[in-house]
């Protein structure tokens, strides 16, 4: 049976960090995808919104992460010549009653370390955004926008370059725990691995189970997020990121307005709970939805301005029934120590991974030395 290193379940934008990170000290570092290609599920579904991290409750992985990940994004798209813009992005309060939660997040934003924010009023939002109607915003200068696609490919391509093996087409089918290492057989075959990475996102919690861990208590909930797309004639509407102010439940950043790298707009995403993990298309929000929850901030948008785009699932950790952020989980497995837990890795992840996989290296260092 083949002997690696490291094997990571999972080549989204966070799996192909790690082995980027891995490779660089370890040889056979593998990486298995369930898909044919990598990076189709969350790590390219998605805003390709580089977070500065604003939301995050002060001390959590995820503002740690974030904040630390916004500057080695900017970093790594820089070195690899990666499709990516600092456009900055306002966060509008739209009415004055809404002023104390916006000062509250600015405040939130300060204590997570996020530097270089101000808030503008109505004719400062103007000044940025022409058609944006509200009443004071935060101007956030560390915020920009990606490629997800070309950056998780760029993840890749330095880890291939370093030695690290992709294998798509490798839905892994059973894991054992044996002597202190753990075999995987997946439809690409068998290997033994002295450190196993669950960085398998939406079915991180099944990968947990199937290994028989307690960390399989921590249940995935799937919640799908839809866009719409501005017809080209109203991309001139925006012309950065614009951002209402988060939902009081934690369940969603809220709707918000993206110009992406090719000149389009985003409109979304939406946030609500589904059954099946793999339910990107059945019963879409209507598009009338999305132009009446944006009309709050562009008052002339209009339903036939719009065109339902794509949808992408988070992996959230908190059930339909409860409210609040869960953080992410990112720790070696008390009951098996040769395996390393990523759950709930979801937004601000494709901002996080470079950050995750740091701390997914110190982890794998005390397994591995």
């Known amino acids: 049976m083949e002997q690696a290193n490291v094997v990571i379940i999972g080549a989204g934008v966070v799996g192909c960090a790690i082995a980027r990170a891995l490779s660089a000290r370890w040889e056979d570092v593998f990486v298995l995808e369930a898909m044919p290609k990598i990076g189709m599920g969350a790590s390219t579904r998605n805003s390709g919104v580089i977070h500065a991290g604003l939301y995050y409750p002060t001390g959590s992985l995820k503002a740690k992460h974030c904040v630390r990940g916004n500057i080695l994004t900017y970093e790594f798209c820089k070195a690899h010549n990666v499709p990516h813009r600092n456009t900055g992005k306002l966060i509008v309060a739209a009415t004055p009653a809404e002023g104390p939660k916006l000062t509250a997040l600015m405040e939130n934003a300060r204590k997570n370390g996020v530097e270089g924010l101000s808030i503008v009023d109505r004719a ?43 294998v798509t087409h490798a839905k892994v089918e059973k894991l054992q725990h044996i002597g202190g290492k753990v075999r995987v057989s997946s439809a690409a075959g068998e290997i033994e691995a002295r450190c196993l990475i669950n960085a398998a996102g939406l079915f991180a919690d099944e990968v947990a189970a199937m290994l028989g861990s307690p960390m399989a208590k921590h249940k995935i909930y799937p919640v799908r997020g839809e866009y719409c797309e501005l017809v080209r004639a109203k991309a001139d509407l925006i ?57 709050t901030m562009v008052p002339e948008l209009q339903a036939a301005d719009l065109v339902l785009g794509y949808s992408g699932i988070r992996a959230k950790l908190v059930p339909p029934t409860e409210h609040g952020i869960a953080d992410f989980i990112i720790q070696r497995d008390a009951d098996i120590p040769a395996v390393i837990q990523l759950m709930g890795i979801e937004s601000p992840g494709l901002t996080s991974a470079l950050a995750i996989a740091e701390q997914v290296f110190q982890i794998a260092t005390e397994i591995l030395n």
């Open 124 to 166: 400062g939002i103007r000044a940025r955004e022409p058609h944006i109607e509200g009443d004071h915003a935060i101007v956030v200068p560390s915020t920009g926008i990606v490629s997800s696609e070309e950056l998780v490919k760029a993840y890749a391509r330095v880890a291939t370059d370093q030695g690290a093996h992709i």
């Open 239 to 295: 012309r950065g990121l614009v951002y209402p102010l988060p939902h009081s439940d934690g369940l969603s950043l809220g709707v918000h307005l993206t110009k992406t790298l090719w000149g389009t707009v985003l409109l979304g995403p939406t946030a609500r709970y589904v059954a099946d993990k793999n339910d990107y298309e059945r019963d879409r929000e209507p598009i009338e939805d999305f132009a009446r929850d944006a009309k």
